[in-house]
């Protein structure tokens, strides 16, 4: 089955600095790739995506970059802000059997210093 | 409108008792998912039906138990609860697969507290 990894596990940076979080998966047959960001007691929640078909998406100051050969995606925040703080997942999606199946990363707790 | 909704928001009770979570979803999905967020926030699949159909069962204790009576809900029956099912749970719901998969929608979450 599908493994993801994910790192840092926890990454402090200072208002304004940028934010590297990296995910590497298994499954070349993975095809689909979000983001999600969890606030402290909430839900998490799609905050960019990518497909296999793509090497990078850009969303104001969130990216996302493919790379299929290395398997690896990334996310990167730039002019972080307080607000940014939260935990956030990457995900790798296949179909297994003409179903989704959705495996996340361990997660990252983002903490932006003002 | 909420798109996934899951209650009860919070629930205690104590070791040995049953308790169900329901789920329901208004986005017309066809798979919905049960994660585990545990104390070190680390989400895991529990179970994803499609179509009332279960399709992954990730070696859950056979205390659990997913009940999807149409698409548009899902519900887990917890037996005889133990302190490590201590955790928050998450529903999910997503469009089927196919050639373009999709983002999942999360519930709320349920915070369970075996005491």
């Known amino acids: 089955g599908e493994n993801v990894e994910q790192h840092p596990s926890t990454l402090s940076v200072q208002e304004g600095d940028s934010a590297v979080i990296k995910c590497t998966y298994s499954d070349s047959a993975s095809n689909y790739f979000p983001w999600y960001k969890q606030e402290l007691g909430k839900r998490p929640q799609l905050i960019i995506d990518i497909r296999s078909n793509v090497g990078e998406k850009k969303d104001q100051r969130i990216a996302v970059t493919l790379n299929k050969t290395a398997k690896h995606f990334s996310l990167h925040i730039t002019e972080t802000q307080p607000e940014d703080s939260a935990v956030y997942f990457c995900a790798a999606s296949t179909n297994s059997g003409g179903y989704q199946k959705v495996t996340f990363g361990t997660g990252t707790k983002l903490q932006v210093i003002p | 409108d909420t798109a996934v909704s899951q209650t009860p928001k919070y629930l205690v009770t104590q070791m040995g008792n049953d308790k169900s979570i329901k789920c329901e979803q208004n986005?017309?999905?066809?798979?919905m998912y049960w994660y585990k967020q545990d104390s070190k926030k680390f989400l895991k699949i529990m179970f994803s039906y499609n179509n009332k159909e279960l399709i992954i069962n990730e070696t859950v204790p056979n205390r659990f138990s997913p009940k999807s009576p149409d698409k548009a809900h899902l519900n887990l029956h917890i037996n005889s609860l133990e302190l490590g099912d201590s955790a928050v749970y998450f529903c999910a719901s997503s469009r089927s697969g196919g050639p373009l998969n999709t983002e999942a929608f999360f519930g709320q979450g349920t915070r369970l507290t075996v005491v």
């Open positions: 986005l017309g999905h066809d798979t």
